[in-house]
């Protein structure tokens, strides 16, 4: 029995041995981690293997308390007919990563919100040159913040977590490449700042690059020099080289060295030949033509295309409408080879751009300003074909925007909106809503103005830019006729901004290449590089750099950036000689702010019990009253379309932080009749007491007698301020002439100073005994012959 006991757990062992080693096998985890360390000394953690193992690559990054998942899913083939690169990029925060509710009656996350639409950019600018040309299959790139610590900057690292997660996928691309953000601090460049450091620094740019070439740049800065700049690009792409190095590693580990098989464009290679000898030599001749006008360039160079269809279809009469049709379609992808190559050559061999100007050339410039009637300030800026309209409202505290991000909760005062209307290009499709490359050339925008308007500036400011026209540089044009719109709405800004976009044109294994100012939009869609420098007369304030070839040395960076210079400096003469300097007051309609700083302890008296006080100032002068605590003062800004009105609103609130002072006549109201005097209240919360021998140099028996009511205003002069009680005793006589003849009552004699008394020696109480035992019920009066008040009464 024992024996079939021990044989029978021997087996369960065994087999239990078995379904575990299964068991195990099966929900193995393959987790690879790399580590990361930055120049202080933090560490940035990749792991991959744990999380949405389902996704095509998945990467959960670590740094801190900071962690974001990225992961990337991609479709197995192509949509038939797509000619691009179907790239999408989300980035989201999650408010539960902080340990916040999210805001809204829904009280959860809802559409991505003007920062997260810009990380998402940033990512995006960064990867999608970096896809294979023939490569047109749906790419989807998450990237979520599930953990924050409120100092690690989530944005900076979102690049890295995407790039990491197509190192671990099998989908092509010819990475890696990571995002770092350098801010200048006391003069040392900082790799990654945390939100505290970030905000002494002068400059702050993010830097995206491969481990050979940089590819996005993105910044703003206090009117820095080119050098610094420069300075900056580097020291970030000496950090993304490491970065780059582990994501290496990364994909040596998992083992996703290799690529999957994708399906290539279809080609007709003697079709592509056809197109190229029937048509290079015409379009090249059309790019040197210098023809200023896009429509008549867009429609020569369609003209050409669709006579070599003509005579292709004239010639192939065998084909069907469907052969046709595929054939049309791969004539309008060889065409624009031809066409692009064409633009480039003429470029590069004779230095002639598509509108006859030179390589350093600027389109002619015309401006204006208070163009608009209604609006607080207005210009319009032209540049070539590139238009742009810009309004400013001025506006109160009422009017600040409230950001509430997950990481960044404040008010914002300066605001600027970029719109793109659909017509400015000439296109016939519906407007839609703000679009995510609306959003971005808006915020970069509004960076490069934010820094020149005084930071003490009381108002409100919202600049709105519509593009009229577009052929290049319309977010460069919104700098420009920002900067006038705000010096004609009266903002004192520091200095003028101008701003200005270069290009490139170089081909790969070739030396000769040619940066260009001003950019076209065709040269910027044809061309190597999108590069956006704004600045001032001392520096530069922002910057936005794209490139889409490989091996951009510094050398061309720095020819680029000094290119850049000369001609915002240009334009920046076209922009002084239309307004030199701000106007000297606002607008006649625009509201009217005055500020005023009142001690801290003051600010509940100005806004009473439940707002009571202010509410009630506001509806009594018509002004608007704000009021906030900076740095230890009350901040009170008070706003109207008159300055009547605004005094009316200061008077009130500096009679509320008014201390009496004895001596002071003051405006009063009385609150109260009594028979003794009357209650004013001559400051706001101050009242006092009126009495009826202060009110007039004649003797009143009643104060009805005085004619005082309840509500009237009256003239009154502090005499006393109690140093015990701290009650106010107020007069009005003393306001008055003395009527002729008046005699003053003589005064009272004081009381005998009884000092005298107080030694006198007292006898000792005797002890009353039983007299002072309970001597029953007497009744009131027994005293004196148990005489009672109605005797006294009779008596009288």
Known sequence: ??????????????LSGIFLRHFFNHFKMNIVTKEIQLPDGRTIKLETGKLAKQADGAVMLTCGKTMLLATVCAAKDAVPGTDFMPLQVEYREKYASIGRFPGGFTKREGRPSDYEILVCRLVDRALRPLFPDNYHAEVFVNIILFSADGEDMPDALAGLAASAALAVSDIPFQGPISEVRVARIDG????????????????DIIVAATYDNIMMVEGEMKEVTEADLLDAMKA??????????????LTEEVGKTVKREYCHEVNDEELRQAVRDACYQKAYELAAEGNTDKLLRVAGFEALRDEFKEAYHASNTNLTEDELAEKDALIDRYYHDVERDAVRRCVLDEGKRLDGRKTTDIRPIWCEVDYLPGPHGSSLFTRGETQALCTVTLGTKDDEKMVDDVLDQHDERFLLHYNFPPFSTGEAKPQRGTGRREIGHGHLAWRALKDQIPAD?????????????????????TVCAGTLALMDAGVNIANPVSGIAMGLIKNPGEEKYAVL??????????????????????GLTATQMDIKCDGLSYEILEKALAQAKAGREHILGKITDCMAEPRADLKPHAPRIEMLTIPKEFIGAVIG????????????????????????????????SNYANIEAALAKIRAIVAIPKVGETYLSKVRSVMPYGVFVEFLPGKDGLLHISEIDWKRYETIEDTGINEGDNIQVKLIEIDSKTGKFKLS??????????????????????RSEYQDRPRQPRQDRGEQHQDR?????????GNRNFDDRNNDQ
Do not use: W
């Open 732 to 753: 009005r006589r003393v306001l008055l002439d003395k009527p002729e003849g008046y005699e003053e009552r003589p005064m009272r004699q004081p009381r005998q100073d």
């Open 457 to 477: 500036y009381p108002y409100c400011i919202r600049i709105v830019s519509d593009i009229l026209e577009s052929n290049g540089s319309s977010s460069m044009a």
């Open 188 to 203: 040392e460049y900082v790799i990654n700042p945390t939100f505290k450091q970030l905000e002494e620094a002068d400059m």
């Open 1 to 14: 029995m024992l024996d079939k006991l021990s044989n029978f757990a021997a087996i369960f062992i065994t």
């Open 236 to 249: 970030a792409h000496k950090e993304i080289k490491k970065h780059c190095k582990i994501q290496m590693e």
């Open 609 to 640: 019990p439940g707002g009571k006080i202010i509410q009630g100032m506001q509806e009594e002068t018509g002004a608007s009253i704000n009021i906030e605590e900076i740095d230890g003062v009350g901040r009170i800004e008070v706003a109207a």
């Open 517 to 538: 100012s001003d950019i076209l939009g065709d040269e910027d869609h044809l061309g190597d590089m999108d590069f956006k420098t704004t600045g001032t007369k001392n």
């Open 776 to 784: 029953g019920f007497r009744p009131f009066g027994h005293r004196k």
